[in-house]
């Protein structure tokens, strides 16, 4: 199985999102074992997913509170998203690691929430540069990781995102990818056994049409997680027919 997904931030107004959809859609032909996925900001979920319904596509939510409900000002909780018309939600996006102190403790009742209200979690997780500067990359995928047993298996998709290449026109080399993937795979198996061989890693980090391709022929990359790329109809559905034709 092969997975684009659109993470559009906090990008697009209603009739952009609309104008994306039906670009998208006029050409879009669902192929093979492909699936996609569109993860707009929450105001925007509900007329995307009336869009993309028969598609197929998936639609995720780009975050979600642990709790179900109650006085959490400005948070919005996976029954809501659910409700919203979501089929999964994107977990520990560096942003959000970044900006709203996500750290391991606050992903395990967030992916446990995600699944009892039958959402997907695509659990994202990388090294910053510094990071990579000190040889730290596989200790900190590791620490990332290390949270795995606790949620159990169960449904999840992950995405190997290294901070510096998100956003930043840098994408990994095949070489660091194919080494970071590897090594993330073994993880998985040795935490969550037969069950983590099933898990798709997805790569992310300024993916476009020109790098997909190789980055596709890379084992255990089951696709990408597309940001800049992934506002532009044209672009993703290029991308999405990379995927296809892999
Ligand atoms: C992302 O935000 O998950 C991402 C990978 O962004 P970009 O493709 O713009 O680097």
């Avoid at 992950?158 to 901070?163: I, N």
């Avoid at 061989?197 to 084992?219: A, H, M, Q, R, W």
């Amino acid at each position: 199985m092969k997975i684009v997904v659109a993470n559009w931030k906090m990008n697009l107004l209603r009739k952009d999102a609309a104008a994306f959809c039906e670009a998208f859609l006029k050409a879009y032909k669902p192929k093979g074992r492909v699936e996609v996925g569109i993860a707009p900001s929450f105001p925007l979920i509900r007329a995307v997913k009336n869009r993309v319904a028969t598609s197929g596509a998936k639609v995720f939510a780009q975050n979600g509170h642990a709790e179900a409900k109650g006085a959490f000002t400005g948070e919005v909780s996976m029954p809501q998203i659910q409700d919203s018309g979501c089929d999964g939600v994107i977990l520990g996006h560096s942003e959000c690691r970044q900006y709203n102190g996500e750290t391991e403790a606050t992903l395990v009742p967030k992916i446990r929430a995600a699944r009892e209200n039958e959402l997907l979690p695509l659990l994202c997780i990388g090294e910053t540069l510094a990071q990579r500067e000190a040889n730290q990359t596989l200790e900190v995928l590791r620490q990332q990781l290390s949270i795995l047993p606790e949620v159990g298996a169960g449904p999840l998709w992950l995405a190997y995102e290294p901070v510096w290449a998100i956003g930043t026109g840098k994408v990994a080399t095949p070489e660091q990818v194919r080494e970071v993937h590897a090594f993330i795979r073994e993880e998985v198996v040795r935490l969550l056994g037969e069950a983590g061989k099933e898990v798709p890693i997805l790569y992310g980090g300024s993916v476009t049409p020109d790098n997909f391709e190789e980055l596709l022929t890379i084992p255990d990359v089951a696709g990408g997680l597309v940001g800049g790329a992934s506002l532009v109809p044209e672009k993703f559905l290029k991308l999405v027919q990379q995927a296809q034709a892999s």
